[in-house]
Every structure is written in C-alpha cells, then in structure tokens.
C-alpha cells in the first residue's frame, strides 16, 4: 500500500499567507480540525487510496498539459453541511480539468467526495467534527477574510500533496509549465 495523497492547486503566496494568518488567529478552539495548508483538491485521497501515485503521476501530467495555464477566481464564502467553511472557486477549466483526471482513473475507483454530488473546488477554511460551525467562528473569518474576494490568479501548476503525519502534507509540483515567469502569480484583486 502506499502513502496518501490527494491531487489539487495551490493558491498565491498572499492568499495562502492571508488564510493561514486567519485560521492561526481564529483555530484555537479545541473543537476546529487542525487546519491543512490552503489549496484547492482537484482529486480527493480517498479516489487516490487505491491508485498508486507512480501510476498516476504520468498521466496527471499528461491531463494538466493540455489545461494549464487557466484562471481561477475565489469569489465567495460557503458552507457544507453546516461544518465546513468555505471560499468557492470558480473556474470552467478547472472543472474541466477534474474532470478528466477523473476519466482516467480506473473503472473501479469512486472519485466524488459524495455519491451522487459535482464536484464544487474550493478552498476549506475552517472545519469541525461532528457538529455544527459556530456562527461566530464563521462570522470572524468573513470578517479577516472578505478583503480578499473576488480574487482571480493564474494556476499554472498541478500538486501531488502527499501525507506525511495527520493533517501535514508534503507538496510536490506534478506539472509545471516551464514557459511561465514563476516569480509572477498574476494575482488580481477583483475589486
């Protein structure tokens, strides 16, 4: 069996410094789950659980290549199931892209984080186990977080986040386009 890991897009140096700045803030409540660093999951660890990633990788790069670069925008705040607070992402190529990573995985692999649901990218904020989002917890990252939205970026990259302890991951590039100036992010603020 190997280690786990899931597929996604990491986010600008300032949105991640700003997200990880507000959950350092806000998370010191025993009941929030341990934040991981900010990213969008394009495909999910338990998809990926039982597909090795020295299978996977090659044709993860292969996809990416024919999508990247695309932008994405991080438009507004969500929650699931009461218990999880997000910021949507929006963006037709990612969806595009995610879908066909999907499409090549195995037959028997069941990709949706729940049956029967599309995939929604975003990027998790806070969380909670076994209970509802206290209003006021949600209320406060609107608050440290709302500046940055709408927020539009350039993805020009695809991860391999790979576990290393519960809730730490170790990232790695999959696919990278090497004709893009890494030093510029192209982040817009929106507004």
């Given at each position: 069996?190997?280690?786990?890991?899931?597929?996604?897009?990491?986010?600008?140096?300032?949105?991640?410094?700003?997200?990880?700045?507000?959950?350092?803030?806000?998370?010191?409540?025993?009941?929030?789950?341990?934040p991981?660093?900010?990213?969008?999951?394009?495909?999910?660890?338990?998809?990926?659980?039982?597909v090795?990633?020295?299978?996977?990788g090659?044709?993860?790069?292969?996809?990416?290549?024919?999508?990247?670069?695309?932008?994405?925008?991080?438009?507004?705040?969500?929650i699931?199931?009461?218990?999880?607070?997000?910021?949507?992402?929006?963006?037709?190529?990612?969806?595009?892209?995610?879908?066909?990573?999907?499409?090549?995985?195995?037959?028997?692999?069941?990709?949706?984080?729940?049956?029967?649901?599309?995939?929604?990218?975003?990027?998790t904020?806070?969380?909670?186990?076994?209970?509802?989002?206290?209003?006021?917890?949600?209320?406060?990252?609107?608050s440290?977080?709302?500046?940055?939205?709408?927020?539009?970026?350039?993805?020009?990259?695809?991860?391999?986040?790979?576990?290393?302890?519960?809730?730490?991951?170790?990232?790695?590039?999959?696919?990278?386009?090497?004709?893009?100036?890494?030093?510029?992010?192209?982040?817009?603020?929106?507004?």
């Open positions: 069996m190997h280690t786990s890991y899931f597929i996604g897009v990491g986010l600008p140096e300032s949105v991640t410094q700003a997200i990880t700045a507000a959950q350092n803030e806000l998370n010191p409540e025993a009941s929030l789950i341990a991981l660093q900010p990213h969008i999951t394009v495909i999910q660890s338990d998809a990926l659980s039982a090795s990633p020295i299978y996977f090659p044709i993860a790069k292969e996809v990416a290549a024919r999508f990247l670069p695309f932008e994405v925008t991080l438009n507004d705040f969500g699931f199931n009461g218990s999880i607070l997000y910021i949507a992402a929006e963006s037709v190529a990612l969806n595009a892209l995610q879908a066909a990573l999907v499409a090549r995985l195995p037959e028997h692999v069941q990709a949706e984080y729940f049956v029967g649901k599309t995939y929604r990218p975003h990027v904020v806070a969380q909670v186990r076994g209970k509802k989002l206290d209003p006021q917890i949600m209320k406060e990252y609107k440290c977080l709302e500046h940055l939205l709408p927020t539009t970026f350039e993805v020009t990259e695809l991860t391999k986040y790979t576990r290393e302890a519960p809730r730490k991951y170790n990232e790695k590039t999959i696919y990278f386009l090497q004709n893009v100036d890494s030093t510029d992010m192209s982040v817009k603020l929106d507004h």
